[in-house]
């Protein structure tokens, strides 16, 4: 299938799942480079809790939007769609693949239909009065507010992500009108890529293993210490940065307010419920190729021959030596 569209590779899917090995062999076969589609790795300082890439972990493959911005800088979408698609130009310009890894099925919504957030971007006086509702009275009232504007978008989007619930609230102030309704019609717009769209899932008791597996090496690789030394950079818990799953968590322990124990049982807890949420989310998105671990023998060398053949089919090429 061969089109004027410019080519674009996605592999998502929930945390933990093992995208980064999948994309990594991917990557080298096809002549790629990776595109982070995750809203903490462009952290620098920020790597066991954010499960960054070592460099020793690339095998060559170059990598965009990883160690961009200090932790006291705010990263969103607006920004991440702006360095993806430089990033996505570049790449192109080269005569390479790009491919969008990661598990923030917004951010990659945001380039693959180019969405337009023009109209959200500019209350940040609205946006600062409604953080400071949810840091002074909780998640939830903000979550209310939602719930009485658009219970549409009050459905999809969990309490717990101020981020986006703030968004709609903005949207709703500056334009009148709902954020569910916009990001619809956003939805139905024809992409500018000629992309294909990968979600790699696995077995929910096998993902939950994944992530318990994780947290649990996270720990052991220093995050307490991680954490220790962001805040003598001079972060706080009201940072952007600092409100990722597990740098919350571990910021309440060093202030006294939760056990290590409990830290650590919090951020398991809520991580399957993040990974649980990111499945939700990509099950509407449409044009995707579910690739299970199941149907592949739990083997990842099988389900990248079929991704890569997929691939192959999807482009007209022999990928072995079209783009090498």
């Not at 299938?1 to 929930?14: A, F, Q």
């Not at 293993?209 to 052991?220: F, Q, V």
Request: glycine share 6%; net charge negative; aromatic share 8%.
């Amino acid at each position: 299938m061969m089109t004027e569209k410019k080519p674009l590779i996605i592999i998502t899917g929930p945390t933990a799942v093992g995208k980064t090995d999948l994309s990594i062999q991917i990557a080298k076969a096809v002549n790629g480079e990776i595109i982070s589609a995750d809203s903490m790795q462009v952290y620098r300082h920020m790597d066991i809790g954010t499960a960054k890439i070592r460099p020793e972990e690339t095998q060559g493959v170059v990598h965009h939007l990883i160690d961009c911005l200090e932790p006291f800088e705010e990263f969103n979408i607006f920004l991440f769609k702006k360095m993806a698609f430089q990033a996505v130009e570049d790449i192109l310009s080269r005569g390479k693949l790009p491919i969008i890894v990661g598990g923030t099925g917004f951010y990659i919504q945001s380039v693959l239909k180019d969405v337009d957030f023009s109209e959200e971007e500019k209350n940040t006086a609205y946006r600062t009065h409604l953080q400071k509702i949810a840091d002074e009275q909780g998640a939830q009232v903000l979550h209310d507010m939602l719930l009485k504007t658009d219970p549409a978008a009050a459905e999809k989007i969990h309490a717990n992500n101020v981020k986006r619930v703030i968004r709609a609230l903005e949207y709703h102030e500056q334009t009148g009108g709902k954020i569910s309704v916009h990001n619809e019609t956003e939805r139905q717009k024809e992409s500018p890529f000629d992309a294909i769209y990968f979600v790699v899932n696995d077995e929910r008791d096998a993902l939950y293993k994944r992530i318990e597996k994780r947290i649990d090496a996270m720990m052991a690789d220093g995050l307490v210490e991680e954490v220790k030394r962001l805040r003598e950079l001079g972060c706080t818990k009201d940072m952007v940065s600092m409100k990722g799953l597990g740098y919350k968590e571990i910021i309440a322990y060093l202030d006294g307010e939760l056990s290590l124990e409990e830290a650590v049982y919090i951020i398991k807890r809520d991580t399957r419920h993040f990974a649980k949420r990111q499945i939700t989310w990509f099950k509407r998105e449409k044009d995707v190729i579910w690739m299970n671990y199941p149907d592949f023998d739990n083997k990842k060398e099988r389900m990248q021959e079929a991704m890569l053949k997929k691939i192959g089919e999807h482009y007209g090429k022999n990928v072995s030596t079209a783009w090498n």
